[in-house]
Nanobody, 122 residues
Framework: QVQLVESGGGLVQTGGSLRLSCAASGRTLSSYAVGWFRQAPGKEREFVAT????????YFADSMKGRFTISKDNAKNTMYLQMNSLKPEDTAVYYC???????????????WGQGTQVTVSA
């Protein structure tokens, strides 16, 4: 019922910035939360950030806090993840997800995008 498409990934240098987009289509509940996760080769999927669609509540993983910001454009039905001060350790495929829970756990999310690659060079 809900489809998510990520975009905005690419190659940047250490210290640079990227803004990832998560565009939603279909039926979207105002109570849904949006989560961001990432996965690097050989590693498990890692929580990045989460925020509510209708409110302003946000939460970030410790390694991202102070560097990443969540925003949204309701008219475009799109969530944004602004990533600043990027490090090589941030290199991964980034996914957005939607679910009914404000959560850091991937299993609580019902809908997932296809992912977008972020590569940070030294």
């Amino acid at each position: 019922q809900v489809q998510l498409v990520e975009s905005g990934g690419g190659l940047v240098q250490t210290g640079g910035s990227l803004r990832l987009s998560c565009a939603a289509s279909g039926r979207t509940l105002s109570s849904y939360a949006v989560g961001w996760f990432r996965q690097a080769p050989g590693k498990e999927r890692e929580f990045v950030a989460t925020g509510t669609w209708s409110g302003s509540a946000t939460y970030f993983a410790d390694s991202m806090k102070g560097r990443f910001t969540i925003s949204k454009d309701n008219a475009k039905n799109t969530m944004y993840l602004q990533m600043n001060s990027l490090k090589p350790e941030d290199t991964a495929v980034y996914y957005c997800a939607a679910g009914q829970s404000f959560s850091t756990d991937s299993y609580t999310y019902d809908y997932w995008g296809q992912g977008t690659q972020v590569t940070v060079s030294a």
